[in-house]
Structure formats: C-alpha cells, structure tokens
C-alpha cells in the first residue's frame, strides 16, 4: 500500500505536470494560459492531499458530492476556492451554501428550478452573488444531467435576468465518458456560448467555458475552454468505500 506521504508527493508532480500542458495547450490555441482555470477535483480524496496540493500553491478545488464537500471546507483554509460540480437537490442547497461560505462557482445549473433555490438562499444567507455556470448537455445521454442545447439560452437569461443573487458566468458540459465525440461536444458547448451571449448582448470573454477532464482537457482548451476540472490525473483513481459484505 502507498503511504500518505509518497501519494502526496506524487500529487504535487502531477499537478506541476498538468499544470505545463495547460500552459502548452493555451499557446496552442493562442489564448493566455492565465485565462485557463485548473479545478483540482478531490472527490473521494483525503485533506491531507488537498493541503499538500494547497501548501504547493494551488487554491482551485472541486467537489461532486455535497456530503464530502461540507465535511472537508471547514476544515481546510478559507481562501480556498471551491467549484460544486454535479446535480444538486433542491433540499441540499441550503446544506451546500451553509456549510460551505468559501463557495466561490456552482457549475451545473440544469433548470430553472435549482436556479430558483439558490437565488433564494444566497439572499437568505446574506452572501455576495454566487458565480454560476449553466450546464449543457452536449452529448444527448439520458445519463447525463444538463439542459438541452436548444434551451441554454432560455436557461441563461433566466438567471441572468430573473436571479439577481446569482452571477451568470458560463456554460458547462461533461463529454462522454470514452471521450468518443468530444470535440463534437466542445463544438456544440462553443456554438451555446455564441448564442447565448448574442442574446444576453454580453461579449464572449464574459462567458466562461468550463469543459475538459483528465482525458480530454488538452483539446478543450484548444477548443476554448478556461475551466478545466481534472481529478484522476493529478489524485489518481478514485476510492470509494468498499462496500460491507
């Protein structure tokens, strides 16, 4: 078994590792890498690692499950910013923002529902605006949690205009899962981001896009993207919990 200390310092690498492509798939692309957000996705991951990536310098991290992210944020540093990512229940949301004030991106507005939700408690709780990304569903997996490509418009100018505690920043997307059809998927993702912002009269810069993962990152960037969540790459394979016999 490897210990903690070894595993942390093999994080450390890789995220210096990850950390060079992103700079090199921004020159490709012609974009300035500094435009290029690296969240560090620790789901499954213990503090100690994500202290060990934070003490390297890094402040951008991700979590997927709102049990695991209430858990590690008061705990760690509180200049820490963290990026929800993955579907959220209506009644978690007050969980979520309460336990987790250093909040700094919710990245998957899929309705106007979860929209709605967590207007209200950001103003309930009294927090600054909270940055959101709209999430598309580009690949038609009924698997997959998003808004269709031909209603992110509407999506975005429901939050952009009905929701005055929440910051319109982007859209979001998850390729599919053997990264098959994922320059199709950044494609679409792109072609949502001229739409939307043409009808939000916003200019593009404004509108991030977060797309890319550990398989795949490399070509979102080349293909726009300036949020990329990687996870395996930098922490290595998941661990879950074994499951009781």
């Known amino acids: 078994m490897t210990s903690p200390l070894v595993a942390e310092g ?6 210096r590792s990850v950390m060079l492509r992103v700079q090199q798939a921004a020159e490709r692309s012609s974009s300035k890498p500094d435009r290029v957000r690296v969240v560090a996705v620790s789901k ?3 503090i100690t690692l994500i202290r060990q990536l934070y003490d390297a ?5 991700g979590e997927n499950y709102v049990q695991e992210i209430v858990e590690k944020a008061p705990q760690l540093p509180q200049d820490i910013e963290w990026h929800f990512i993955g579907h959220l229940q209506s009644n978690k949301v007050k969980t979520l923002l309460g336990g987790v004030p250093n909040l700094a991106m919710f990245e998957s507005v899929d309705n106007q529902k979860i929209a709605n939700n967590l207007d209200r408690m ?4 009294g927090r600054d605006p909270l940055k959101v990304l709209v999430q598309v569903n580009t690949s038609g997996e009924e698997s997959k ?5 031909s209603n992110c418009v509407e999506l975005a100018k429901h939050v952009k205009l009905s929701c005055p505690n929440l ?13 098959t059809s994922t320059p199709k998927n950044f494609q679409t993702l ?8 043409k009808a939000l009269e916003i200019p593009e810069e404004q509108c991030e896009l977060s797309m890319g993962m550990s398989g795949d990152f490399e070509l979102a960037i080349e293909m726009g993207s300036t949020n ?4 395996s790459t930098i922490f290595g394979p998941r661990e879950y919990p074994k499951k009781q016999e």
Not at 10 to 15: E, F, G, R
Not at 57 to 61: K, M, N, P, Q
Not at 145 to 149: E, L, N, Q, T, V
């Open 44 to 46: 499954t991951k213990p």
């Open 122 to 125: 950001v103003s309930t709780l």
């Open 145 to 149: 949690s998003g808004i269709d490509p």
């Open 228 to 231: 990329v969540r990687i996870g």
């Open 57 to 61: 310098g890094h402040r951008c991290f």
């Open 190 to 197: 792109s072609n949502c981001r001229t739409e939307v912002c």
């Open 10 to 15: 093999v994080a450390v690498a890789a995220l």
């Open 167 to 179: 910051e319109f920043s982007g859209l979001m997307t998850i390729g599919m899962a053997d990264y």
